[in-house]
């Protein structure tokens, strides 16, 4: 994380362009997201589709927890980056749920298990097929290959939880945890699934207090 960043203290803080501006103007002096704009050229190259940008304002390839979610959002054609301080309701909760964790901001990367944009420009977002998974698994190992630092991986929501075989097989013995997505439709169902996230994000903050042995929750 650059250490010239500004701290955000509240969720929604990219609804404001200047804010967007700002970040972006970040991303090129950000010299640890540099290998995850490469691998994300290539998808881009691959696939034919977007692929937002990671959030200088994260950890990139020295996060010690790696975030993953489902597919960008509509948001990210507003703000071209995969973070917490989108300004949609999935990206508040996340903000939320992981400051109430204490995880370190710098110590996370937020990525998509399909890491391009799969809905058409103006529609509605729509889960992926079962083809996009299957091309996104492609890209999961050279992902975890950029960070050495890596001590534990968080599965947000049913897509991303189909790639922990692909995961136990790129990274043997990496502890993973598994967490519900944290869209509003799906937070507001139960009181319990609030509950699920805040404990699964409480596990993955152990994993990452004991920095002798990042395998054994501390």
Not at 50 to 76: F, I, K, N, Q, S
Not at 199 to 207: I, K, N, W
Request: proline letters at 14%.
């Amino acid at each position: 994380m650059n250490p010239a960043a500004p701290e955000i203290l509240v969720p929604k803080s990219l609804a404001d362009p200047g804010a967007v501006a700002a970040r972006h103007a970040l991303v090129e002096a950000s010299p640890h997201l540099a290998p995850l704009r490469r691998l994300a050229e290539r998808i881009r190259a691959e696939q034919d589709r977007p692929v937002p940008e990671a959030d200088p304002l994260d950890g990139g390839v020295a996060a010690r927890l790696l975030l993953l979610l489902e597919t960008p959002g509509p948001a990210t054609g507003r703000t071209a980056f995969v973070s917490r301080d989108n300004p949609t309701g999935t990206a508040a909760n996340l903000f939320r749920f992981l400051a109430e964790a204490g995880i370190p901001r710098a110590d996370t990367l937020i990525w998509n298990a399909v890491p391009w944009v799969i809905h058409a420009p103006g529609a509605r977002n729509r889960a992926p097929r079962t083809g996009e998974i299957r091309a996104a698994q492609a890209y999961l190992p050279p992902l975890m290959a950029l960070m050495p630092n890596l001590a534990t991986v968080v599965l947000s929501g049913r897509v991303s939880q189909t790639l922990a075989p692909v995961l136990a097989k790129a990274r043997p013995g990496l502890p993973v945890v598994a967490i519900p997505h944290p869209s509003p439709t799906y937070v507001c169902t139960s009181p319990e699934v609030p509950r699920r996230i805040a404990a699964g994000l409480a596990e993955a903050r152990r994993y990452l207090s004991s920095p002798d042995d990042p395998g054994l929750p501390g």
